[in-house]
Structures are given as structure tokens and as C-alpha cells.
């Protein structure tokens, strides 16, 4: 007689399974982050060093061979170009790590599907937690960097944690999207490395979206990476308040995706034991 597989049983609400599982997700994330590093001489040390030798070499290509300016006409001091363009790339780093994961977490933790009972619907959160680590340190090394050229740091500033939330619900619910269909089509892990790599040249991380031609400005806004880049930069390089009726907007977009993505994924997961 087959027994019955206990990730098929009552499945909880998304709030209620956070706030269950909250203590497990945050030590999964945790060992995930130290786990990256397991064996290496800097260990979890890397997260910091990394991100500020790609903006000392952003700062040096740019700033002093390509003496390239953000916008036409724009007057920017020395490296100012490479900080509006870190926080594109650090924007969009979060955004692909996650996406171009999601398409092997159930894949890869077969046995928390099969042999014991194990909150399936936390392995998204797992892994866009791991990734909100790296964003975290390299905003830090953003605004140490912008510090010692400055010597001043925008109050705006602290919108971003607010400014971003929309951003990382999208996120979440692509990955739960990903996660669930690259059970059953493994192809999609192809597809999604296609997608952010498209989603890059498609979202303003190397060029200001007044660079565009009128007739493909909107389209750009399509992008999820777009309006949180625009905005990151104002608040935390420009001292600028952000558009909050593109907050809202977005938020509301970002609910009504998490909900219907986490009811796919729930859904979906039925026959994640069969099909593994």
C-alpha cells in the first residue's frame, strides 16, 4: 500500500507558513551564505570583498579611461558614473541569482520532498534571503564607497529597505513560478538564464532611460529591474524622494503576483513526489 506523501497534506496560507517557519527559514539562509564559502581561506569575507573590487574596477574603467558622464550634459565628480552604475548591477545581481536559481531548489533538495515531512512552501524565501545577504553587504560597500568620495550620505537613503520591498515580492513570486514549472520542464532552467539576460540590456543598469528614444521609453517600464533601479539611484546617490504612486502601483502588483504565484506553486507541488 503506498503511503501518503506528507507534503501533499493541508497546505498553510504564505503568512501563516512564514511566520511558522521563521526561525527554520532564517538558519537555512544562514547556512546557505556560510555554506557558499565553506573551504575558502576569507570565508563568508568574500561577500564583502568582492562587491568593492567590481566597483574599484568600475570606478577606474569608467572614471578614468571611458571618462563617461550619466546623461547628457550631466556634471558628475570622479567615479560618480560608476556608483549610479553599481547600484543597476547590484539591483539586477539580486534579481538573476534568484531567478536563475529557482528552477533547481525543489530539484535539488529531492529529499525534503520524498522522506520527511518538510515546509516545501519556505525554499523560495530560503533562497531569496541567501541573495538579500549579498545585496545587503553590497549596499553597504556602495555607501562606504560614495562616503569616501563625498563625504556625505543622503538621508533618503533609508527609503530603500521600503522602496525595495515591492521589488523582492516580485521576486518571491517569480520564484516560486520557476521553482514549480522546473519540476515538471527542466528546459526552464535555460529559459530563465535567457530571461535576466535580456531583462539586463532591457532595464536601465547601463544607460538612463532618457537616453531612449520617446517610442521605447514605456516599454523599458515593463521590466520589473526598472522603476526599483530609477528609484534606488535617486534615494541613495541623488538625495532624491522616489515616485510613490509607482510604489503603490508596483506593491499592488507585487501582492496580486505573490498570491497567485504561492497558489500555483501549492498547487503544483502535488506532484512534485511523482515526478522526482
Not at 578614468?64 to 550634459?73: E, L, N
Not at 521600503?162 to 529559459?191: E, H, K, S
Request: some cysteine.
Amino acid at each position: 500500500m503506498t503511503q501518503p506523501n506528507p507534503n501533499q497534506g493541508m497546505q498553510p496560507t504564505l503568512l501563516s507558513s512564514l511566520a511558522t517557519h521563521r526561525s527554520l527559514i532564517y538558519q537555512l539562509v544562514k547556512r546557505e551564505v556560510v555554506g557558499r564559502y565553506r573551504g575558502s581561506l576569507a570565508g563568508v569575507a568574500w561577500s564583502f570583498f568582492t562587491p568593492l573590487l567590481m566597483l574599484a574596477v568600475y570606478t577606474f574603467v569608467f572614471s578614468s579611461i571611458f571618462k563617461v558622464r550619466w546623461g547628457a550634459g550631466a556634471a558628475q565628480s570622479t567615479g560618480e558614473f560608476a556608483l549610479i552604475l553599481f547600484v543597476g548591477l547590484m539591483l539586477h545581481g539580486f534579481f538573476a541569482d534568484c531567478i536563475n536559481r529557482a528552477p533547481g531548489l525543489v530539484l535539488g533538495n529531492v529529499s525534503y520532498v520524498k522522506k520527511v515531512v518538510f515546509p516545501l512552501e519556505i525554499l523560495p524565501w530560503v533562497s531569496v534571503g541567501s541573495a538579500l545577504f549579498h545585496l545587503l553587504i553590497s549596499v553597504i560597500v556602495l555607501l562606504v564607497v560614495q562616503f569616501a568620495m563625498v563625504q556625505y550620505l543622503p538621508w533618503t537613503a533609508l527609503l530603500l529597505p521600503v522602496l525595495l520591498l515591492p521589488f523582492i515580492l516580485i521576486t518571491v513570486a517569480l520564484t516560486y513560478l520557476f521553482a514549480a514549472v522546473g519540476v515538471y520542464l527542466r528546459d526552464i532552467g535555460q529559459l530563465t538564464v535567457m530571461l535576466t539576460t535580456v531583462l539586463f540590456f532591457l532595464s536601465p543598469i547601463v544607460y538612463p532611460t532618457s537616453s531612449l528614444p520617446e517610442q521605447f521609453r514605456s516599454l523599458i517600464k515593463f521590466s520589473p529591474i526598472t522603476y526599483p533601479v530609477e528609484q534606488a539611484r535617486k534615494i541613495l546617490i541623488f538625495g532624491e524622494m522616489p515616485e510613490p504612486s509607482g510604489w503603490f502601483v508596483t506593491m499592488g502588483i507585487a501582492i496580486a503576483m505573490l498570491a497567485v504565484a504561492f497558489h500555483f506553486y501549492q498547487k503544483a507541488r502535488r506532484g512534485f513526489a511523482d515526478v522526482l
